[in-house]
């Protein structure tokens, strides 16, 4: 699999309910016709509070986009395609483009009992 992160912060010209409400109906729409995606996460910050150990901060940031494709070569295919025109012209919109993190990661499941068994 090869997975890639988004952590970042919304456009200086949004509220924050102006993101979230993007981030939902606009965004996500948008984005999860990249071809050859197997799994498109979204996860906005939601205030710390109970059960959330660590948290000092959330560093401003204010979602984190989690894509999953078969391959790198998968990855880059949808990254090249006519139907990411559209993603990253929304994301010009919706995204602080100068703050935002991008992090290749590695799914290493520990514990899932959320996943079916196989």
């Avoid at 948008?30 to 560093?59: N, V």
């Avoid at 483009?97 to 992090?103: Q, S, V």
């Amino acid at each position: 699999m090869h997975t890639i992160a988004f952590v970042f912060k919304r456009h200086p010209d949004m509220t924050l309910d102006e993101f979230h409400r993007h981030y939902k109906d606009i965004h996500g729409p948008i984005a999860r016709e990249l071809p050859g995606l197997l799994e498109y996460r979204q996860y906005p910050l939601r205030p710390a509070g109970l059960g959330d150990a660590h948290t000092k901060s959330d560093g401003g940031f204010d979602a984190l986009s989690i894509f999953t494709w078969e391959s790198a070569e998968a990855a880059e295919a949808a990254w090249n395609s006519p139907q990411n025109g559209p993603v990253q012209e929304d994301t010009k919109k919706m995204i602080d483009l100068e703050t935002m993190l991008t992090l290749p990661v590695t799914l290493r499941t520990v514990l899932s009992v959320l996943e079916p068994s196989r």
